[in-house]
């Protein structure tokens, strides 16, 4: 890379910033991996030296093997893991977007654990010449355990660097217009396949998100509202009615009490009360994942049926929905506002490399 300052290319990058995954479904690597997610006190509040022995002891000789299991289960052929697959097709498409509408912008995937990590990610890019960095979460819902997290690391790295980009961090868009018709894009289309449930019967469309621990709530995060908020306004766009869609909390992990209503304990007693289809989707992860592949497309299928449900529609995540990807560069495009989207054009460059080089030659 060329060291001097002059004779950079000047460019503005998006980076989506997403939780990782492991590198394969073996215990091995899921080990790893959880071990990397569960040390980070933004994720797990609890004392250090307590939560190292009950997550080494405990927690990673029984989960790693189980949820390997899991993951195996919805490991895509040959193209592995599903949040890895879908995060990176939504930063290609995201960039071929841009070139289409005429930007030069870098776009790239940084994860949070695992590969790619963030320090990779923003080093190849500093050797591109970024120079401005906006940072575009793939978390719609802004939580202290995922978004502040993984604007942490970026810090922590740019925290490394003599000369820094300037830097703007998206911090949520849980009711961000073009998210909210992306979302209900997502679900026509699906009904529009299928058929809508009858609401009059008592079917029932479920938005399930990611839980937290409620005492992460009392102590000010404001993650539980905005998730309310989104599944109040996709309900709204898709013409429902309350009580025909509900908002429910899933992938509850320990003891403590977590966000409510619980997803799975929901869908059983809608499947006791007679609910006969059932539809879920699940609006805060914008890609399909072991959360949503596993859990609810597998898991809650099987609470359903086995409790007297008929029909049990799971609706994909986002993944490569077009209206997403336009919805991604509305959303960037707000906040590139006043930055530049292309780098110098290459003759500019080119005249200033000449005369960095005369200029050079004459010095020595
Ligand atoms: C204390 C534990 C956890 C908190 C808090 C938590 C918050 C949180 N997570 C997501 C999004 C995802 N989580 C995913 C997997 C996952 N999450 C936890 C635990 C907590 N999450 C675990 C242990 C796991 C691994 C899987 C398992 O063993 O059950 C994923 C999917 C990753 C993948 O590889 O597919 C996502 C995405 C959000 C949005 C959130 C808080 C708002
Ligand atoms: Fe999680
Ligand atoms: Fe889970």
Redesign the pocket.
């Known amino acids: 890379m060329n060291q001097n300052p002059h004779l950079r290319p000047s460019k503005t990058a998006v980076v989506l910033l997403?939780?990782?995954?492991?590198s394969a479904p073996t215990p091995k690597a899921?080990r790893a991996?959880?071990k990397e997610?569960?040390s980070d006190p933004r994720?797990?509040e609890i004392p250090k030296v307590i939560w190292w022995c009950i997550l080494n002891g405990i927690i990673l000789p029984i989960?790693s093997g189980a949820?390997a299991k899991?993951?195996a289960s919805i490991w895509l052929p040959k193209l592995g893991?599903?949040?890895m697959h879908y995060s990176r097709l939504q930063a290609k498409e995201l960039g071929e977007l841009f070139t289409n509408q005429g930007h030069s912008v870098l776009v790239d995937l940084a994860m949070r654990y695992g590969e790619p990590s963030t320090k990779k990610v923003l080093d190849e890019l500093k050797a591109q010449g970024m120079e401005r960095l906006l940072l575009l979460p793939l978390?719609p819902?802004y939580?202290a355990?995922?978004t502040a997290s993984s604007f942490d690391e970026v810090f922590r790295v740019l925290g490394t660097w003599r000369d820094q980009p300037e830097l703007r961090l998206i911090k949520h868009y849980h009711d961000n217009p073009a998210y909210i018709a992306a979302l209900r894009d997502q679900v026509l289309e699906a009904w529009d396949k299928d058929g809508r449930p009858d609401f009059a019967r008592g079917d029932r469309f479920v938005m399930s998100?990611?839980?937290?621990?409620k005492r992460?709530l009392m102590k000010g995060d404001p993650?539980h509202c905005e998730c309310l908020k989104t599944g109040r306004l996709l309900g709204e766009s898709l013409g429902l009615e309350r009580g025909q869609y509900l908002v429910t909390f899933q992938?509850r992990?320990?003891k403590q009490e977590w966000l409510k209503p619980y997803t799975a304990p929901t869908i059983e007693k809608l499947a006791k009360e007679g609910c006969q289809r059932l539809d879920i989707f699940c609006p805060?992860?914008p890609?399909d994942?072991?959360?949503t592949l596993e859990e609810i497309a597998m898991e809650a299928r099987e609470i359903f049926l086995e409790h007297g449900g008929k029909d049990y529609r799971y609706i994909p995540c986002l993944n490569s929905n077009p209206k997403w990807i336009e919805a991604l560069a509305n959303i960037a495009h707000d906040h590139l506002q006043g930055w530049p989207l292309s780098s110098e054009p290459e003759a500019v460059l080119n005249e200033r490399n000449e005369r960095a080089e005369l200029a050079k030659k004459a010095l020595t």
């Open positions: 997403n939780l990782g995954t492991p899921v991996y959880l997610f569960l994720v797990v989960r949820s899991k993951y893991s599903p949040l978390y819902q939580s355990t995922t998100f990611h839980g937290l621990p992460n993650y992938s992990f320990g805060g992860f890609a994942c072991i959360e």
